[in-house]
């Protein structure tokens, strides 16, 4: 008999093709189980933004009326709570799949659900341990306002501070971007003495920090650091000549590991173009 399997997928504007990359990783994955072959069903439902409790219901349709064997729910932590209540109550199986832009809690921790995570948050600890240890030790901390309510900043903070950093400014740029004046921000992280500037700022927020960036003294004067939601290929429109700019992330297709290298052969070969 089929094992049926439940998945959630969000729609995104950053990434546009989010829903149907995932499929094309998990199918690549699937086929190449000799054994999984003609033994899987899938039962797919589009969740929006997955940001309301359009996921709780439609994730408890799937265990009630699809009766499926295994969800997976790819969405943030705002509806753990619910979600890892819901899976537990029932005793059934989730993957939860999230970007890692926050911490997970205790009370997320359950026999029934595990968590697959990029770990943006922990990357950016990483992150700010290693500007803090290499590239000065007062920071320039300036985020978007949607960026800055993941714990990606808080993250940069604790591993900057925990090697004997201290945050020289922060700024937070309104939720209309666009009315930002991003020179005034710049020339107060230039007053401020930092030795290094931490972005976060992601999608259109991202290309119009790199614009203001390209046009400012500090363009190849201090050493800038941030995150894939910056600098991805798919997201950023085109090349602003920004010098000294440093991304850290727990992943990259650069990664020349065997496990990386046929995995990007193979999606190629599968679908004749890069995994994104």
Not at 101 to 109: A, C, F, P, Q, W
Request: a negative charge; glycine letters at 8%; aromatic letters at 8%.
């Amino acid at each position: 008999m089929k094992q049926r399997i439940g998945i959630l997928l969000p729609r995104s504007d950053m990434y546009s093709t989010l829903a149907r990359d995932f499929m094309n990783g998990l199918k690549l994955f699937l086929n190449g189980k000799e054994s999984l072959k003609g033994q899987i069903e899938f039962v797919i439902e589009s969740v929006g933004t997955a940001s309301d409790d359009t996921v709780i219901k439609t994730a408890e349709k799937q265990l009630l009326q699809e009766e499926v064997d295994l969800t997976l729910a790819f969405c943030g932590n705002s509806l753990l709570d619910q979600l890892v209540d819901l899976f537990t109550g029932y005793k059934k199986p989730l993957i939860h799949i999230d970007l890692g832009g926050n911490i997970l809690k205790k009370r997320h921790v359950s026999p029934y659900v595990v968590h697959h995570s990029l770990n943006m948050a922990h990357a950016a600890a990483a992150l700010g341990a290693y500007a803090a240890e290499h590239l000065g030790k007062k920071v320039a901390l300036l985020s978007s306002f949607y960026d800055g309510g993941y714990q990606m900043a808080a993250g940069f903070d604790q591993g900057f501070a925990s090697n004997g950093g201290n945050i020289a400014m922060q700024h937070v740029s309104p939720m209309a971007y666009k009315e930002q004046n991003m020179e005034e921000v710049l020339q107060a992280v230039e007053n401020s003495g930092a030795d290094v500037i931490f972005c976060l700022y992601s999608y259109k927020e991202g290309n119009h920090m790199w614009q203001a960036l390209t046009n400012s003294s500090l363009n190849g004067k201090l050493p800038i650091v941030t995150t894939p939601i910056m600098t991805d290929e798919s997201i950023v429109d085109k090349n602003y000549g920004v010098q000294k700019v440093q991304s850290v992330a727990s992943w990259s297709f650069d990664d020349d590991t065997p496990a990386m290298t046929t995995f990007i052969k193979n999606h190629k070969d599968q679908y004749d173009e890069q995994p994104n």
